[in-house]
């Protein structure tokens, strides 16, 4: 087992259930081959029984939740796992890493939280998160809008898309508003 090993499982558990407390074993399939596309359908659902089996996902079928706390999990750009480590996933409880603190187990009547109080993570290691607030004032320098209505937007959007930063939301409602987004990519991507 590699630290690459674990990572994938992880990050693959924490993305599908980004914004979500609990998800049945179908929708978990369905986000793992028809949203993400990283399996087809006939390996989601294999990938799903072996995750239950490995650990990694606790509850029935019905309402699976994952076996570790997601909260401070985040995922770099681009990232897409080998779906060779999705179908045959490390053993959970084996796992001993000094550098991970994920093996606390949600307790399920306690821990998780009403699917309407998850917001996707708002830490991140994402440099571009940093220029979020300079982004906020500069579209609402341009459109008039006040900031407290730009993050109320920017909220919405990262509620409906759950796999979108909180600079990305900003950025599409800079484009929304028919702002000039060579500036606003630029600035993003130094």
């Not at 550098?99 to 440099?127: G, R, W």
Request: aromatic share 6%; net charge negative; glycine share 4%.
């Amino acid at each position: 087992m590699t630290d690459e090993d674990f990572d994938d499982v992880r990050l693959v558990i924490s993305l599908s259930f980004r914004g979500e407390s609990r998800l049945s074993d179908i929708d978990l399939e369905r986000i793992l081959s028809f949203d993400m596309e990283w399996l087809t359908p006939e390996e989601a659902g294999t990938a799903v029984s072996k995750l239950i089996d490995a650990g990694w996902l606790a509850g029935e079928r019905e309402s699976l939740h994952p076996a570790f706390d997601i909260k401070n999990i985040s995922t770099p750009i681009g990232w897409h796992p080998r779906p060779s480590r999705i179908l045959e996933p490390v053993e959970f409880n084996r796992i001993e890493n000094s550098n991970q603190t994920v093996k606390q187990t949600i307790n399920a009547d306690k821990s998780i939280k009403p699917k309407d109080d998850i917001l996707p993570n708002k830490t991140s290691n994402d440099p571009r998160e940093k220029l979020a607030n300079r982004l906020k004032k500069f579209i609402s320098r341009q459109t008039k809008i006040p900031i407290d209505e730009i993050e109320r937007r920017s909220e919405r959007k990262q509620k409906a898309l759950k796999y979108a930063a909180n600079w990305l939301c900003l950025a599409l409602i800079a484009r929304e508003q028919g702002l000039e987004m060579e500036q606003i990519v630029s600035s993003l991507s130094s």
